[in-house]
């Protein structure tokens, strides 16, 4: 029984350690998935000048609202990372 307690001990140890190395990790790879590579036509390298951040709904990039391009439709603003995107924006065919 002594061995099982022992057991138990080093598990109750082991796992903090593995859900901390786990965690680290995971915000590694969110780091390097996380940064939106510039997919974009224009390659926007702009870092976000505070402001709520907004998904430009062409390239994915997230924008800041006090930066972004906007473009109203339906009751709804789109925000864009640049003319580029407005403009494909604007020739792609409506999804909704
Ligand atoms: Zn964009």
């Known amino acids: 029984m002594g061995r099982f307690i022992g057991l138990l001990l080093a598990f109750i140890l082991v796992v903090p350690l593995i859900r901390m190395v786990l965690g680290m990790l995971a915000r590694m790879f969110t780091n390097f ?3 939106p590579s510039s997919a974009g036509p224009s390659g926007p ?3 976000p ?8 709904p062409v390239c994915g990039t997230f924008v800041s609202e006090s ?3 906007t473009l109203s439709s339906g009751g709804k603003t789109h925000h864009f990372c640049s003319d580029a995107c407005l403009k494909k ?4 065919p409506r999804q909704s």
Do not use: I, N, P, Y
């Open 33 to 35: 998935a996380g940064k």
């Open 45 to 47: 390298a702009r870092v």
């Open 49 to 56: 000048a505070g402001g709520t951040l907004r998904k430009d």
């Open 67 to 69: 930066v972004a391009k």
């Open 89 to 92: 924006f604007l020739e792609a």
